[in-house]
């Protein structure tokens, strides 16, 4: 069977969704600058059909299943949850950053994982810090700016 562009190849399937490698650049050039990694329906409705998770293809193994189980936590979270993107996003992340540590590459890992987490969508994940965790919140940011500003203030 002929895969339509931009998938490149169906990687395989976790429960009811498919898993498709997809060409980035294709993706970014004519459907939606801002994709990176991947996208399921609930992030790009517009262009990932439902039941799909896309994963660009450039990724190397480890980043790929770790970018697959965080785009079906976040798609879950959505969907059956209402949650919003933000909000999906941080638990996402706070999830692949514990498979990153914990799991191989493989899909089996992440259908374990994705299992794992099914049984307990809503509960806290441990949290592990984020190696730019000061940098990542945006009112620091917003105060390193205006500190600068200030400090090029001063100078001038």
Do not use: C
């Amino acid at each position: 069977m002929k895969l339509r562009p931009p998938r490149v190849r169906r990687v395989g399937r976790v429960g009811r969704l498919t898993i498709y490698l997809v060409s980035g650049v294709d993706v970014r050039n004519q459907l939606d600058i801002d994709f990176t990694q991947g996208g399921n329906e609930a992030i790009y409705p517009s262009y990932v059909p439902a039941g799909e998770i896309w994963i660009d293809a450039v990724l190397g193994p480890r980043d790929r299943a770790a970018t697959i189980l965080h785009e079906m936590v976040e798609r879950h979270l959505m969907i059956r949850h209402g949650q919003d993107y933000d909000h999906a996003h941080d638990v996402a992340s706070a999830r692949e950053r514990v498979f990153r540590t914990k799991h191989d590459s493989s899909l089996a890992s992440v259908a374990a994982a994705y299992r794992s987490f099914l049984r307990a969508p809503l509960a806290p994940v441990a949290k592990l810090p984020r190696p730019d965790e000061r940098a990542a919140r945006p009112r620091n940011i917003r105060r390193e700016i205006d500190d600068l500003l200030a400090e090029r203030a001063r100078r001038a």
